[in-house]
C-alpha cells in the first residue's frame, strides 16, 4: 500500500476527505457509537413511541415489568435483604412510561438522600443507636415471618439449644 494511501491507527475513518464542519474537524461514521447509555436508550424510546402500536406495547410492557418486581420488592421487604431497593427498582422501571412514578421516585429519591444527610451529620453515639434500633426491628421482623409463614419460633428454638449444649 502507498505511504499516502495509509491511514493512521486510531483513524478508522478511511482515506482522508473534508469534513462538512471544517479541515481538522472529525465526523463520527455512526453516531449511535458515539452516544451515551442513555442517549441511545432515549433514542430507542422515541423510535418506539413514534409508532402508536409501538407505544402501546411498551406501556403494556413497562406496566407488566414494572408490576412484577416492584411485587418480588413487596414479597421480600418483610425478609433481610434488599427488599425496598427492589421496590424501588420496579418504580424506576414504571417512570419510564408513567409520570406519577417518576414524580413518585423523585419524591422517594429527595428523602432518602435527606435521611442519609442527617444521619451523617449526627455523632457516632446517635449513628450506632439508629444501626442498632435497625438492626432489632430487621431480626423482629424476620422471627416473626418466620414464625407466621413456617410455624417456627426461633427464640425458643434457640432457648432449647443453649439450655442442651
Not at 4 to 26: I, L, Q, Y
Not at 38 to 51: D, M, P, S, Y
Not at 64 to 69: F, P, Y
Amino acid at each position: 500500500m502507498p505511504e499516502d494511501e495509509r491511514v493512521p491507527r486510531g483513524d478508522r475513518s478511511g482515506p482522508a476527505t473534508e469534513s462538512p464542519a471544517g479541515a481538522g474537524a472529525e465526523v463520527p461514521l455512526e453516531p449511535f457509537v458515539t452516544q451515551t447509555r442513555r442517549q441511545r436508550v432515549r433514542r430507542t424510546l422515541e423510535i418506539i413511541r413514534a409508532n402508536p402500536t409501538g407505544r402501546i406495547a411498551l406501556k403494556v410492557f413497562v406496566a407488566v415489568a414494572g408490576a412484577i418486581v416492584v411485587t418480588i420488592g413487596l414479597a421480600l421487604i418483610p425478609l433481610p435483604g434488599p427488599g425496598w431497593l427492589i421496590v424501588i427498582g420496579g418504580l424506576g422501571i414504571w417512570a419510564v412510561e408513567f409520570l406519577w412514578a417518576k414524580r413518585l421516585l423523585n419524591f422517594t429519591r429527595r428523602h432518602v438522600q435527606s435521611w442519609a444527610r442527617w444521619v451523617r451529620e449526627q455523632s457516632l453515639l446517635v449513628r450506632i443507636v439508629l444501626g442498632s434500633v435497625g438492626l432489632v426491628f430487621v431480626a423482629v421482623v424476620v422471627w416473626l415471618s418466620v414464625r407466621a409463614s413456617l410455624g417456627i419460633d426461633l427464640i425458643a428454638r434457640f432457648m432449647h439449644y443453649i439450655a442442651t449444649h
